[in-house]
């Protein structure tokens, strides 16, 4: 997975994060801020996902073709301790 897209995605975030925060201060129809706050939370999620992504193919993978066992047991105990905080 390319950085670019993950800094795609966290950089329209942070833009749109922003907007939110403008339009609470400005005191936005609450319905209107929610929908940007959730556009914030979808960004923020596909950035999650991608980074998700290249540490499956990129970090995970090389420890699994290891033969490293306490660190193949610890990448695992990683990815699912990630899993249930993203819940």
Same mark, same amino acid.
């Given at each position: 997975? %390319?950085? $670019? #897209?993950?800094? +795609?995605?966290?950089?329209?975030?942070?833009?749109?994060?922003?907007?939110?925060? !403008?339009?609470? %201060?400005? $005191? #936005?129809?609450? +319905?209107?801020?929610?929908?940007?706050?959730?556009?914030?939370?979808?960004?923020? !999620?596909?950035?999650?996902? $991608?980074?998700?992504?290249?540490?499956?193919?990129?970090?995970?993978?090389?420890?699994?073709?290891?033969?490293?066992?306490?660190?193949?047991?610890?990448?695992?105990?990683?990815?699912?301790?990630?899993?249930?905080?993203?819940?």
């Amino acid at each position: 997975m %390319e950085d $670019k #897209e993950i800094l +795609i995605a966290l950089k329209k975030a942070s833009t749109h994060l922003s907007n939110v925060i !403008k339009m609470v %201060e400005n $005191k #936005e129809y609450c +319905i209107d801020i929610l929908q940007q706050n959730l556009a914030v939370m979808g960004l923020l !999620k596909s950035a999650n996902n $991608k980074l998700m992504e290249r540490h499956l193919h990129s970090c995970f993978a090389n420890a699994m073709k290891g033969t490293n066992e306490k660190r193949k047991v610890e990448m695992i105990e990683e990815i699912l301790k990630i899993n249930k905080m993203s819940k």
